[in-house]
């Protein structure tokens, strides 16, 4: 099993949809919770960064964290076409960074 | 965050050959980090470039392979060495700005093809 699990898409939405993008994670002894989104031949950009349970709000972004449940949630609100990307989650622990798989997200106009 | 450049953007090598990739980036930063993105993959750790002294590797990945140089606080460069088609992949190098690993910076990789 992996440590983050990321259902890898594609996923397509209108524009203007909520969209909601998902990680689950199997170590209890992960701190620290990222959002990355990565553009077509570009690197990846951190978007949020969260640390505890609950949610946290950028925008039209928002991570959630749910300990408990080993999950993690980013909402993206009234989104875009320029919200196509792929989105990463992260999860820090001993000094290193995991990463999902990544979802393909495409909003189309 | 830093500003981070990769050289090259891609190449195109043929089996048996090595290419370094260097990393430039325009503060000083204590940890820099090397990762693999392979098609369809998530990014992989392959180690973390130290100042001053030797790189430190995950599982699965050695010295012999992927060389790494750190000679100061705003350069590192990654040899891929003996190249295999396998080894065609998306390397990228990141930084992290307050030494403590969790939130780092990515350049915008090297995508490398290996015939």
């Known amino acids: 099993q992996k440590e983050v699990e990321q259902d890898p898409g594609p996923l397509s939405v209108p524009e203007g949809a909520i969209v909601s993008l998902n990680c689950t994670y199997s170590?209890?002894?992960?701190?620290?919770f990222m959002w990355y989104r990565q553009y077509s031949r570009k690197g990846p950009e951190l978007l949020m960064y969260?640390?505890?349970?609950g949610n946290k709000e950028d925008g039209r972004f928002t991570a959630q964290v749910d300990k408990s449940s080993k999950y993690i949630s980013l909402f993206i609100r009234d989104s875009q076409p320029s919200d196509s990307a792929t989105y990463l989650c992260?999860?820090?622990?001993?000094?290193?960074?995991?990463f999902g798989q990544g979802t393909e997200l495409s909003v189309k106009p | 965050s830093a500003v981070i450049s990769q050289k090259p953007s891609r190449d195109i090598c043929q089996r048996g050959t090595s290419l370094t990739i260097q990393c430039q980036v325009d503060?000083?930063?204590?940890?820099m980090f090397w990762y693999r993105q392979q098609p369809g993959q998530s990014l992989t750790l392959i180690a973390t470039?130290?100042?001053?002294?030797?790189?430190?590797?995950e599982s699965g990945f050695v010295i012999d392979k992927f060389p790494i140089s750190r000679p100061n606080l705003t350069f590192s460069t990654l040899t891929v060495s003996n190249m295999s088609p396998e080894d065609s992949s998306i390397y990228l190098c990141?930084?992290?700005?307050?030494?403590?690993?969790?939130?780092?910076?990515f350049g915008p990789g090297t995508r490398l093809t290996v015939l």
């Open positions: 990141s930084v992290d700005m307050l030494a403590g690993g969790d939130e780092q910076f």
């Open positions: 992260a999860m820090f622990q001993g000094g290193k960074l995991i």
């Open positions: 503060s000083q930063v204590t940890m």
């Open positions: 969260t640390y505890s349970s």
């Open positions: 470039a130290n100042q001053g002294s030797e790189a430190t590797y």
């Open positions: 170590n209890s002894a992960f701190q620290y």
